[in-house]
């Protein structure tokens, strides 16, 4: 019943920056911790930035402190992510995660529910 649908990907230069979106169906938000996830070619998923369903509290990887925005619509159970400033090492696929009434952490085993991935491309 559960699904997430990322969207919002593409090709863009150093600098720039994408808005990237998490579409949750058979689940709220105001139950489910969310969070993203990405993993480049040939490397292991690294954890970007989760949102906590209990307060609304975040944490983000250090890499992205200052450059990725956690944002949460629970009235359209969307979930964005706002990348500024794009490195080249911000290549990856972005995945969106759930898992019912966690904390905030940046494990993928921790959560139940994942999206197909968005591709996110930073090249001049």
């Known amino acids: 019943q559960v699904q997430l649908v990322e969207s919002g990907g593409g090709l863009v230069q150093p600098g720039g920056s994408l808005r990237l979106a998490c579409e949750a169906s058979g689940l709220r938000l105001d139950s489910h911790t969310i969070a993203w996830f990405r993993q480049a070619p040939g490397k292991e998923r690294e954890g970007v930035s989760c949102i906590n369903y209990q307060d609304g509290s975040t944490q983000s990887a250090d890499s992205v402190k200052g450059r990725f925005t956690f944002s949460r619509d629970n009235r359209k159970n969307t979930v964005y992510l706002q990348i500024d400033r794009l490195k080249p090492e911000d290549t990856a696929v972005y995945y969106c995660?759930?898992?019912?009434?966690?904390?905030?952490?940046?494990?993928?085993?921790?959560?139940?529910?994942w999206g197909q991935g968005t591709q996110v491309t930073v090249s001049s």
């Open positions: 995660a759930a898992e019912f009434r966690g904390f905030c952490a940046l494990e993928a085993q921790r959560y139940d529910y």
